[in-house]
């Protein structure tokens, strides 16, 4: 018996006939006649789907949802054990799911022999419509109190800002920051007598780690797994030393959106649930998506969220960067998701602090009138304010 392999597969074969087995996403494993095509394939739902009440027919039984995909000619499917329906090569059927994660698999029996594709989804059964506000690069506020040691963290206009927002609307921010922004500041200098008022606002207000600093960019794009969690534990350390355990909140950004996938074990045992990314296509690249590949990517730039099983973590693409969005262009940004199932239920808002700063070189004095635009709008259409490291997906599980 010999070995070897293409692509994602790996092909054990004998004279007889070969078996193959494939990992990642839309995993399965066959055996079948040497000459036989390799057709049966799970197209919907994905593996690694984040499913909810949109997706199906959710009732005391579980959720009902509708497996389809493409099946060889002259074959008998089932899926699950049942009987599949099939016509023109494609087949579908009616699966109950159940547990929060589920297996569901696809058989096809023929003169060929058998092909087996199966995939793992999870079912969000207690999904509710909820947004989340995330900050990105944030460091200039901080540098602002411990320079002008404010009698209190609100005297500073930035978190006024953030705290007449949550006064208004109920909003709940993650602020993710840097340990540095250079040789003017670093936390360290961040004096420990706000913990009081940190702890009081924790219920909407919360510190996570970002980056080391700004620059360079995409410092953890090719950064070993060790580089990335020293750098989340030195700012962790930190939060929790000037703002307590009550405002620290595992990252779910992290700077650029890019790291090795060796890197995500190691922050899933920090408590990283989450992970936004853009997964967008720039300059016809798949960028800003932790350096999954295409197929993944383009199935998180067409759904509100996708789960590794490997390291536990779900994706999760980010809906609206309002520091990109004109003020006109919010409401036409946001409402089209609405209309479809696939990104209807979870809103992930998301902007980046110095375009508030009028120093700044690409400074937005319309900045805070973007976001009361963008969570007024999510507000009035029902979605909840959830901190996504609080149960699933901030929802209850």
Request: hydrophobic share 35%; proline share 6%.
């Amino acid at each position: 018996m010999t070995r070897y392999a293409v692509g994602r597969r790996t092909f054990l074969k004998s004279a007889a006939a070969a078996t193959v087995g494939t990992v990642g996403a839309g995993a399965y494993a066959m055996s079948f006649a040497a000459q036989s095509p390799v057709t049966l394939k799970i197209r919907e739902p994905y593996h690694g789907a984040v499913l909810n009440h949109r997706h199906g027919t959710q009732s005391a039984e579980g959720l009902r949802i509708r497996v389809c995909g493409d099946t060889p000619a002259n074959a008998r499917v089932t899926v699950n054990g049942a009987k599949a329906e099939q016509s023109g090569g494609r087949f579908s059927a009616e699966v109950v799911l159940r547990q929060k994660e589920s297996e569901i698999v696809a058989v096809a029996e023929g003169d060929f022999g058998r092909q087996e594709d199966r995939v793992r989804v999870v079912w969000d059964r207690y999904s509710q419509p909820r947004y989340r506000f995330s900050i990105d690069d944030n460091s200039f506020f901080l540098r602002d109190i411990a320079r002008e040691g404010y009698r209190s963290l609100f005297d500073c206009w930035y978190l006024k800002m953030l705290r007449d927002l949550n006064k208004k609307y109920g909003v709940k921010f993650t602020v993710n920051i840097y340990y540095t922004t250079g040789e003017d500041f670093s936390l360290p200098q961040f004096p420990d007598r706000y913990r009081g008022e940190w702890r009081d606002n924790s219920s909407w207000l919360k510190l996570a780690f970002h980056a080391h600093a700004d620059k360079p960019d995409r410092p953890y794009q090719d950064a070993p797994p060790e580089k990335l969690i020293a750098d989340l534990d030195r700012v962790a350390e930190q939060i929790l030393r000037f703002a307590g355990p009550e405002t620290y909140a595992p990252p779910t950004v992290i700077h650029w959106g890019m790291t090795r996938h060796s890197a995500f074990k190691p922050l899933a045992s920090r408590g990283v649930r989450v992970l936004s990314g853009y997964f967008a296509k720039i300059r016809g690249v798949w960028d800003v998506n932790y350096r999954w590949n295409d197929e993944v990517s383009e199935y998180l730039s067409r759904h509100d969220a996708w789960k590794d099983f490997q390291s536990g973590i779900v994706f999760s693409r980010v809906d609206i960067v309002c520091n990109s969005v004109p003020v006109e262009r919010i409401i036409p940004t946001l409402e089209p998701q609405t209309k479809d199932p696939n990104t209807a239920e979870i809103m992930d808002l998301f902007t980046h602090e110095q375009y508030f700063w009028p120093f700044y070189h690409n400074y937005l004095p319309d900045h805070p009138q973007r976001l009361d635009v963008a969570i007024r709008w999510v507000t009035e259409q029902g979605y909840k304010p959830v901190f996504f490291h609080e149960g699933f997906l901030g929802g209850r599980e």
